[in-house]
RNA sequence: GUGAAUGUAGCUCAGUCGGUUAGAGCGCCAGACUGUGGCUCUGGAGGCCGCGGGUUCGAGACCCGUCAUUCACCCCA
């Protein structure tokens, strides 16, 4: 027994171990930037104050999971227990909002929890996680979710399920709690301890309970999804559809909440199902976080259109997901999988796209388009705001991008896109699947 | 830890002797151009004047405190 142990719930990373390591954030770099991320560093620790605002105070994280110190000028500092209350607050200090909406940022780095450890479930672990401000359409959900499904299928893995859920906004929820409250009125007796706390500080985080007789109760109780106001209900469905259209299986599940204030609309998790069941468990049995057993969230996000503005700036809609490293290179493992990092040679130098659109049905071309051109090696930004084609295309100068494909109704009618070159305005109509090989051509010269 | 300087819009800065509604340039958003960037023009949003107290009829300005930043020193990866 040496004289000294790592603190528990933290990892040693040996050489071997390292290597692939950097395989994978490398993979993840390059993929963040192909989508027009840009990556952000944060401290790792924050004023506690940041993390009991934003996760608030009935949250698991604040009662009882914070690294909170003292330091030696008495100010009291947290351990970053996640990363969005970090970036948030750096969006807001350095002025991001005056910077050209969206702003789209990536992080990855350590994370501090004090839990009880085990399989997949650490004190120290590392999250990987985007976060788009300044984008309220279902498109940035669409994107947020593309860019995490599109991670692990880079990596090797298929055997997904994303669980979907829409949690309502500010307008609708009052409404869902209280049918919700008047709902375990009566039958509060038969809830767990902790549900009971639930019950009284936040009905909602009911849905977390993994107790048995607790979930039984669930399966008869209304559904956030069932009483969205109209917008919210066509936000979510806008976003299924675009889901749909891309070709990304997706699960309902009324079970998935978020229970801070601050979330809105959707909410998702990415789930590691090597059995293949597909998942579609609707309040069901209790799933399993950690991985030790069939499934796996390797990864969880949401809508957050509150969030800025309680950290004292303008209302600010936003996005994001985590990822939780440790876990994703544990389920590559057991595939026998490597991450295939960039290494390099593909690298992103083909250069900068920006795929404007006119119309939804462009909108949801040109995220395939794009999907396309990113596996190939280019940046490719989408609108995320249904702006004007104007204004998409001051984006993509502003963005740096070389090349602007343009999609509207004539073109989706005609099979073509409209390939412009920003540098000599040079502006060509080719069919959509000679695309990759007209940009090649471009590139030569 | 020691000393000094500085805090006005996202950024760089004006703001007269203490006086009425705090400005400019850049950036951002939008329009001119209803499907086309850079250039130009027009419009718009954006401010707890770091925070707290004091002096004064009146404070962005003066005084005290506090917090933050920057620089130098000390130390240090």
Redesign the pocket.
């Known amino acids: 027994m040496p004289a000294y142990q790592r603190p528990r719930g933290t990892q040693d990373v040996l050489p071997e171990a390292t290597a692939k390591w950097r395989r994978l954030e490398a993979l993840i770099a390059g993929h963040s930037a192909s989508f027009g991320y840009g990556e952000i560093r944060t401290p790792i620790f924050e004023e506690s104050d940041l993390y009991t605002r934003t996760s608030g105070v009935s949250s698991d994280i604040v009662r009882k999971e914070m690294y909170t110190f003292k330091d030696?000028?008495?100010?009291l500092l947290t351990l970053r227990p996640e990363g969005t209350a970090g970036v948030g607050r750096a969006y807001?200090?350095?002025?991001?909002?005056?910077?050209?909406?969206p702003v789209k940022l990536w992080y990855l780095g350590p994370m501090f929890r004090y839990d009880r450890p085990q399989a997949g479930r650490f004190r120290q672990h590392t999250q990987y996680g985007i976060e788009v401000f300044g984008a309220a359409s279902p498109l940035a959900d669409v994107e947020v979710i593309l860019v995490a499904h599109e991670l692990f299928a880079a990596a090797g893995l298929t055997r997904l399920v994303i669980r979907l859920n829409s949690i309502g906004c500010p307008a609708c929820r009052p409404a869902y709690r209280a049918k919700l409250v008047s709902y375990f009125e009566g039958r509060v007796g038969d809830l767990c301890e902790d549900c009971q706390d639930r019950f009284r500080e936040n009905p909602l985080r009911l849905f977390d309970c993994k107790n048995e007789r607790c979930r039984a109760l669930l399966l008869g109780a209304p559904m956030s999804a069932d009483n969205l106001c109209p917008e919210c209900r066509s936000h979510f469905a806008r976003v299924k559809e675009g889901l749909g259209s891309l070709g990304l299986r997706y699960a309902d599940d009324p079970g998935l909440v978020r229970g801070l204030d601050y979330y809105s609309r959707t909410v998702f998790e990415i789930v590691y199902d090597p059995a293949g069941t597909g998942g579609n468990e609707a309040g069901g049995a209790a799933k399993d976080e950690a991985g030790g057993g069939s499934h796996r969230v390797l990864c969880g996000g949401g809508r957050y259109d509150g969030l800025v503005e309680e950290l004292?700036g303008?209302p600010t809609p936003g996005v994001g997901f985590g990822l939780g490293v440790e876990r994703l290179l544990a389920t590559l493992e057991a595939e026998g999988l490597e991450a295939a990092g960039e290494g390099g040679t593909t690298g992103l130098s083909a250069g900068v796209v920006y795929v404007?659109t006119?119309?939804p049905a462009?909108e949801i071309a040109g995220f395939g388009l794009a999907r396309r051109l990113r596996r190939a090696g280019f940046v490719a930004i989408c609108d995320l705001?249904g702006?004007?084609?104007?204004?998409?295309?001051?984006?993509?100068?502003?963005a740096g991008?070389?090349w602007?494909l343009?999609?509207?109704?004539?073109?989706?009618?005609a099979g073509v896109v409209?390939v412009?070159?920003?540098?000599?305005?040079?502006?060509t109509s080719v069919p959509a699947d000679e695309v990759l090989a007209e940009l090649g051509r471009g590139a030569q010269s």
């Open positions: 030696r000028g008495g100010r807001l200090e350095n002025g991001l909002p005056s910077a050209p909406q004292g303008a404007a006119v119309g462009a705001l702006r004007s084609l104007r204004s998409q295309f001051k984006a993509g100068d502003r991008a070389r602007m343009i999609i509207g109704d004539e073109e989706l009618a409209a412009r070159d920003l540098a000599s305005g040079k502006q």
